[in-house]
């Protein structure tokens, strides 16, 4: 095959996969039941979520669930009515307080709970929420979520949630909105004793149940994001090792299929050098308590906060792909790899709308790249992360619409990822580009951030006002061009299909030396030697066009 073939099989490839995201991700009319789960309504706005103990029995034979969730608060201010999320076919059979049963509504997703104790700001509450039904059977997970039933290749069940998209309410009731986390949680999942559950953060404890049948203790010391929230029951065999990293002894704990157990002990000796490149770009692993894990998953994998899941079939690439066509994404793992890189962006920085979703996409994009430069070189890293441009679509904003639970473009991604390579370039400095991404982490450690926060963090540490530049590319879809000609001695110059005030610096080789433009969206003019010729190139790390408007 040639390489002129191949990579037009490969952009074939790249744009069927982001126009499905794109597909699952569109929502261009809003109703009712969006505004419910996507809004800090009145009912959500009172009350601090401190604490959740969600227990659930799991029976593979009829795929259904029953179990509780006892949720503990803070109360904000006076309030009787509160608004829990639980999504169909599941149901809520009962709520209590302090023992006493309460009376709720239901409106399509959100159940509205009548409470009768006084609710006094600085108190801290707690009440216990009873449901059951059998949940949504994924069918394109993580993207469109749900349960996932199937066997592995002894005939043993294989089971595992992921509900990136559509929810962590598809599968248990919670506050379902991405601004408030609990400061901890624990997990208690019942399943069959001749299987294992994995969940996130580390095993307290596992009882002997009735009916053949266990309950694995997991507890989460640090706050999570409900959507990373995991059941993973399977044959599983476990084996582990410790990293030595910036805070101390790091656990990597290792969950995979009987049948894979070699496989998984070569493919993961990745894990370590990713830790290295990560801690030194990102700062230290955020959750050191809970330690770190990998599991094996009926599905490609997602980020679930220290139980990252996988589903590559251990080997490198995106399912043995490379997505840059460079070459140098079959160098590693895509999945541990992409979705460990979130335990920095999704897990420890955490958006507080799903507007926002392209700060955990496109920093964690860019982690791939940051991983090559580690390891590889700063070369390997721009081949890297310039081939996943074919893959950018530029159909929409990659910032959604707010309060109503919409996102961006599946852009997200690979423009996200981009934006910030450019914006490497910009600052010219690594040092000061790595402690910009550290900072990041420290500032905004183990909290919920608006991409305006993140926007003004990354202009404040670089010293340069960049409004316009996330504008450009997170709230526009056009790529800037700059413009240029040459005539009577000049290079005249500036910004095209461009936001209003775009002040984009660019690196360019202006007649074969190296030079800095400070174009704007007016034209600029700079005065060139007699008798020099007339060439400009744009520094292809930077993600714009260029267009000779006199076409010589």
Do not use: C
Request: charged share 20%; proline share 4%.
């Amino acid at each position: 095959m040639s390489k002129k073939t191949f990579n037009r099989i490969l952009l074939s490839i790249l744009t069927a996969f982001l126009l499905s995201i794109n597909t699952l991700y569109a929502q261009p009319e809003f109703n009712r039941q969006d505004t419910l789960r996507g809004s800090i309504t009145p009912e959500r706005a009172w009350w601090d979520l401190t604490y959740y103990h969600l227990s659930v029995a799991v029976n593979i034979e009829n795929r259904s669930i029953s179990g509780t969730n006892v949720m503990q608060y803070e109360v904000l201010e006076p309030h009787q009515l509160m608004q829990i999320d639980l999504q169909k076919p599941l149901s809520i059979t009962k709520i209590t307080q302090q023992e006493e049963e309460l009376n709720f509504s239901r409106e399509g997703s959100a159940y509205f709970v009548e409470l009768n104790k006084e609710q006094n700001p600085g108190e801290i509450k707690e009440l216990k929420v009873w449901y059951e039904g059998k949940p949504l059977v994924a069918e394109n997970p993580p993207w469109d979520g749900g349960f996932t039933w199937t066997t592995d290749s002894n005939g043993k069940p294989f089971v595992a949630t992921s509900n990136q998209v559509i929810g962590a309410s598809i599968w248990w009731p919670n506050k379902d909105h991405p601004y408030d986390e609990p400061d901890s949680m624990l997990i208690s999942i019942t399943a069959p004793d001749t299987l294992m559950d994995v969940s996130n953060g580390r095993l307290r404890g596992v009882d002997e149940t009735k009916n053949d049948t266990k309950t694995w203790h997991w507890f989460v010391s640090n706050p999570i994001n409900n959507y990373g929230v995991n059941i993973n029951i399977g044959d599983y065999v476990h084996f582990g090792e410790t990293y030595e990293g910036e805070k101390g002894q790091l656990d990597l704990d290792y969950y995979v299929l009987r049948e894979n157990e070699e496989k998984a002990r070569e493919q993961f000796k990745q894990v370590k050098p990713m830790m290295d490149a990560f801690e030194y770009w990102f700062g230290p692993y955020p959750f050191y308590e809970d330690g770190y894990k990998l599991v094996e998953v009926p599905y490609l994998g997602m980020e679930h906060q220290s139980s990252v899941t996988y589903g590559n079939g251990y080997q490198n690439g995106y399912l043995g792909r490379d997505l840059s066509g460079s070459g140098w994404g079959l160098k590693f793992d895509f999945i541990i790899i992409h979705e460990t890189g979130h335990e920095w962006f999704a897990n420890n920085i955490t958006y507080s709308d799903v507007a926002d979703m392209w700060v955990h996409e496109g920093f964690t994009n860019y982690s791939e790249s940051l991983y090559l430069d580690y390891h590889y070189g700063e070369k390997a890293a721009n081949e890297y992360v310039q081939g996943l441009r074919l893959g950018i679509l530029n159909d929409r904003p990659l910032i959604g619409e707010y309060g109503v639970n919409h996102k961006g473009s599946g852009d997200m991604y690979n423009k996200g990822g981009n934006l910030l390579h450019t914006l490497r370039q910009v600052a010219d400095n690594d040092s000061l580009w790595r402690e910009t991404l550290r900072g990041l982490n420290r500032e905004f450690y183990h909290q919920t951030v608006s991409s305006e926060q993140v926007e003004g963090y990354i202009s404040n540490k670089l010293g340069m006002n960049l409004d316009s530049v996330f504008d450009q590319y997170l709230r526009d879809t056009r790529i800037p061009t700059l413009e240029y000609a040459f005539r009577d001695g000049q290079l005249r110059y500036r910004w095209g299909n461009a936001v209003s005030g775009f002040n984009l610096p660019i690196d360019v080789l202006l007649n074969g030396e190296e030079s800095r433009l400070y174009p704007t969206t007016q034209w600029q003019s700079k005065v060139l030697e007699e008798n020099t010729s007339t060439h400009l190139s744009i520094d292809p790390n930077f993600y714009v066009g260029s267009f000779n408007l006199l076409g010589e």
